[in-house]
């Protein structure tokens, strides 16, 4: 097994890589990322591959009780009596990994796991002496054979094929989203959508409360749509604001960031949040609430430093690859009467928000609800939605309406509509291979294990439990960049604080705890870091300059106040 030095070690030659390579060497980010994926990906032992591997196939929800497994796992076309798992265990030292022995099903009931009844599959060991096994969960997973030869011919793989599935896996996430978002923001601008929705806002709020409007909205938002799709949603209304007024665009990009990442992190139903209320037992309402109240109270503290920055730095508003200033120019010129109404303009970036968040709230209602008990109506709600509220469907129904908008609005002909589609598609080209390489630079720092050395953090008292979870959080954020990621290995160290009912206070401060957490310390090897500043036509060093204090900031406020609260109103 690496030591934690080792591991810090190879993550710091990844860094410097990254770092030095782009600000240093002034190489495409691409090219910094992948290099630094390949040269950490060739310093991580296979034995490390196949353990991170293991660990991220394996059945995490197994209790030993004297000499029998209970698998807290239901009776399913999976899981049913005869399965036969394997009991999997590293040696501390080498790294080695063996089978210590087997698992069979042999049938389901409830048992009292931990004072309270839990649905679990009855096991029998194989051989009988591995009841005698210690059974460190550090050290020891229950996976299933297909999976133990999953991750062990990954492990044998060459480095090249383990790049390019973490490269590939990022583009299954995000390659179709991107592209269908810059779609949308090519037609919103290039049809005057963007302006008129800035026009009608202002015509509301004012423009010194424009601001403001971006924050609100971009946490509402994210709170059931994941964040970068928001930022691609919004990004075009923050240009063509900026466009109207002649300034304070980095206000409007900063404004945009502050409520949409920090819902992202702590309001469910976006999974982060969710996962992490039901890892600690939270009910979901509650953790909307207080996730909802103490994550707006320190976007607040974002919005002061945004204000309180801006008023010394802006950044100009400059070309990207879809668009031109002359363009952007021409856009802002137009008269009203050769805008789109406000209902059409607003209808491609609130459609897919309706549609993901409506799936997000129908999965919830009937989550654990037998289908004889689901009624016609909600049946029919649950199909639609299902098929309209996956996110790449979602969007790309507004990518359609957008076309229909643009030509519509400019009598665009056939070779127009190409052209500007192009320019489109080229632009999110850029960012796809940006964060897709990210992404595998993300997967091979993941690989080298470091979330599990963040496992040793025992024997801490209740007043300093909050303090360990954001600082446990916001290095494994820091080391592989994504937030979920982080607030998952975050929740998976802590919740044996939380499992004996031993906290002095509601175990949903430690799940805001957790999610402020995975706010600290944006860079380049998160995927947000890019889509931010590529979307906003900021540089590296502007993103890091600007972006990164103004995340890490709200995290360490919001931390601040849930020790706060946790103090004042524990709700035990």
Same mark, same amino acid.
């Given at each position: 097994?690496?030591? &934690? ?6 993550? %710091? ?14 190489? =495409? ?11 950490? /990906?060739?310093?991580? *032992? ?5 353990? =991170? ?90 996976? /299933? ?46 049809? %005057? ?7 009608? $806002? ?46 304070? @665009?980095?206000? @409007? ?10 819902? =992202?992190? +702590? ?37 002061? @430093? ?13 070309? $990207? ?25 607003? +209808? ?26 689901? /009624? ?7 199909? &639609? ?18 076309? +229909? ?46 979330? %599990? ?12 439990? +909050? ?6 959080? /916001?290095?494994?954020? &820091? ?25 002095? &206070?509601? *175990?949903? @401060? ?51 106040? $849930? ?10």
């Amino acid at each position: 097994m690496l030591s &934690f030095a080792a591991t810090l070690g190879i993550i %710091g030659v990844g860094i410097v890589i990254v770092v030095g390579g782009i600000l240093g060497f002034r190489l =495409h980010a691409f090219l910094a990322l992948i290099l630094a994926a390949l040269a950490v /990906s060739l310093l991580t *032992p296979a034995s490390a591959i196949e353990w =991170h591997e293991l660990g991220r196939l394996q059945f995490s929800k197994f209790e030993k009780v004297g000499d029998e497994i209970l698998l807290k796992v239901k009776e399913d076309d999976i899981n049913q009596v005869g399965r036969q798992l394997l009991i999997v265990q590293q040696d501390p030292d080498s790294g080695n990994v063996r089978n210590a022995g087997t698992v069979t099903i042999t049938g389901f009931a409830t048992r009292e796991i931990g004072g309270k009844p839990e649905a679990v599959a009855e096991t029998a060991l194989n051989p009988p002496t591995a009841g005698n096994l210690v059974f460190d969960r550090k050290h020891t997973l229950i996976v /299933s054979p297909a999976d133990r030869g999953a991750a062990r011919s990954l492990s044998r793989d060459t480095v090249g094929n383990r790049i390019a599935i973490g490269f590939g896996n990022t583009c299954i996430g995000i390659g179709i989203l991107i592209a269908l978002a810059a779609i949308i923001g090519k037609c919103l601008l290039d049809s %005057g959508a963007a302006d008129k929705i800035v026009r009608w $806002t202002l015509s509301l709020v004012g423009e010194k409360n424009a601001p403001f409007a971006f924050m609100v909205s971009g946490f509402a938002l994210s709170t059931p749509v994941f964040f970068d799709t928001v930022f691609y949603l919004m990004i075009p209304l923050g240009k063509a604001m900026r466009m109207r007024t002649g300034r304070n @665009y980095l206000l @409007y990009i900063m404004a945009i960031v502050m409520g949409g990442a920090v819902a =992202h992190s +702590l309001v469910p139903p976006t999974p982060g949040p969710l996962f992490v209320a039901e890892a600690l037992g939270v009910d979901i309402g509650l953790m909307i609430l207080m996730g909802g109240l103490i994550g707006f109270c320190a976007t607040l503290s974002g919005a002061v @430093y945004a204000f309180i920055v801006c008023r010394n730095s802006d950044i100009p508003l400059r070309e $990207t690859a879809d668009f031109s200033l002359k363009d952007l120019e021409a856009i802002s010129a137009r008269a009203d009467k050769d805008l789109p109404p406000i209902w059409l303009s607003v +209808l491609p970036v609130f459609l897919p928000v309706f549609l993901i968040a409506g799936a997000t709230v129908i999965d919830t209602m009937l989550k654990g609800v037998p289908s004889s008990e689901i /009624s016609p109506l909600m049946a029919r709600l649950d199909a &639609f939605f299902e098929l309209f509220g996956n996110k790449n469907i979602a969007m790309a129904i507004a990518a359609f309406i957008s076309i +229909l908008m643009l030509v519509r609005q400019r009598h665009s002909d056939l070779v127009q509509l190409a052209n500007a589609l192009q320019s489109a598609l080229s632009s999110g080209g850029v960012i796809i291979l940006i964060t897709a390489a990210g992404g595998a630079f993300g997967r091979a720092l993941q690989q080298t294990g470091i979330a %599990g050395q963040f496992g040793e953090v025992t024997g801490a008292s209740t007043a300093t439990v +909050l303090g360990i979870a954001f600082i446990v959080t /916001s290095m494994v954020r &820091f080391a592989q960049g994504s937030a979920t990621v982080a607030m998952i290995t975050g929740v998976g160290v802590m919740a044996s604080f939380a499992a004996g009912g031993t906290l002095g &206070f509601h *175990p949903v @401060y430690l799940a805001l705890a957790i999610g402020f957490g995975s706010k600290m310390f944006m860079w380049m090897n998160d995927s947000g870091f890019w889509v931010i500043g590529k979307m906003s036509g900021m540089t590296e060093l502007e993103t890091l300059k600007f972006i990164t204090p103004l995340t890490s900031l709200m995290g360490l406020v919001g931390l601040v106040l $849930t020790i706060l609260t946790a103090s004042v109103f524990p709700m035990i």
